[in-house]
C-alpha cells in the first residue's frame, strides 16, 4: 500500500512537470505559465483517487490513464490548461461534460461555486459520483446523460468544459453559456482537433480561438 508521503511527493513533481509543460508550448497557447489559483488546486486535488485501484502507482504521470469503458483520465497538464483557459471566479457555476470518474470535476470544484458534471456512461458517473461524495467535494452535482443536451434545467452556466471532442462545436451548449462566459471544448475530427476557446459577450455573440492541437475520445451522443 503506498503512503500519503509517496502520494504527496508524486503530486508535487506532477506540479513541476505541468509547469514546464506550460512553457514548451508557451508561445502556441499564449501561456507560458498557468495561475497560482489552478497550480494549487492540483496540488489539493488527489488524483490517485480517481483512477482504477491498479493504475494508482501512475495517478502523478503527466498523461492518460485508462479508467474503463474505452475512457481516459486527461492528462494533468491539459487538465490544468484547461481549468486555467475558464478564469474561473468563486462564485461561478460550472457545466463539465465528460464526468469520467470526476478528477476534472474535482478540480473546478476547488476554484468555483458549484459544479454540474455529466456522463453518457452511468457506471462511470456512478462511480464519480460517489468518489466526489467520499472526498468531500458536496459543491458537485453528478448526472447521466448526453453531454450535448447537459444540463438544461440549471442552465445558463457562467463556464463551460468539455472533455470529450465533437466535430463541431454543440449550439446546445453555445445556448446554455451565459452571455460574459467562457467554454473550452476540444473540437474536430478524430486526427485532427483543437482545443478552443469560446468565448460569449454580454450581447451574445460568440467568437472563438484554438488554443493548442489535442486528441480527446469522440463526444458521444444519445439518439
Not at 463539465?96 to 470526476?102: A, Y
Request: glycine share 6%; with cysteine.
Amino acid at each position: 500500500m503506498e503512503s500519503d508521503e509517496f502520494f504527496d511527493g508524486a503530486r508535487s513533481q506532477m506540479l513541476e512537470r505541468i509547469a514546464w509543460h506550460a512553457q514548451l508550448v508557451g508561445e502556441e497557447t499564449n501561456k507560458s505559465t498557468l495561475s497560482e489559483a489552478v497550480m494549487e488546486a492540483m496540488g489539493r486535488v488527489p488524483r490517485h483517487e480517481f483512477v482504477p485501484a491498479d493504475l494508482r502507482l501512475f495517478a502523478y504521470l503527466d498523461q492518460p490513464l485508462p479508467i474503463g469503458q474505452g475512457k481516459t483520465i486527461s492528462q494533468p497538464f491539459i487538465v490544468a490548461l484547461m481549468t486555467d483557459l475558464l478564469h474561473l471566479q468563486p462564485e461561478d457555476r460550472v457545466l463539465d461534460v465528460g464526468t469520467g470518474l470526476g478528477y476534472q470535476a474535482a478540480v473546478l470544484a476547488e476554484l468555483a461555486d458549484r459544479v454540474y458534471t455529466v456522463d453518457i456512461l452511468e457506471e462511470l458517473s456512478d462511480t464519480a459520483s460517489m468518489r466526489l461524495k467520499e472526498l468531500g467535494y458536496d459543491n458537485v452535482e453528478v448526472r447521466t446523460g448526453d453531454g450535448c443536451r447537459a444540463w438544461l434545467d440549471k442552465a445558463p452556466f457562467d463556464k463551460i468544459l468539455v472533455a470529450a471532442a465533437p466535430e463541431l462545436i454543440p449550439p446546445s451548449l453555445l445556448h446554455q453559456l451565459k452571455p460574459g462566459g467562457k467554454m473550452v471544448v476540444p473540437a474536430g475530427l478524430e486526427n485532427s482537433q483543437q482545443l478552443m476557446l469560446v468565448e460569449k459577450n454580454q450581447r451574445g455573440a460568440v467568437s472563438t480561438e484554438e488554443i493548442l492541437p489535442v486528441r480527446f475520445s469522440t463526444l458521444t451522443l444519445l439518439h
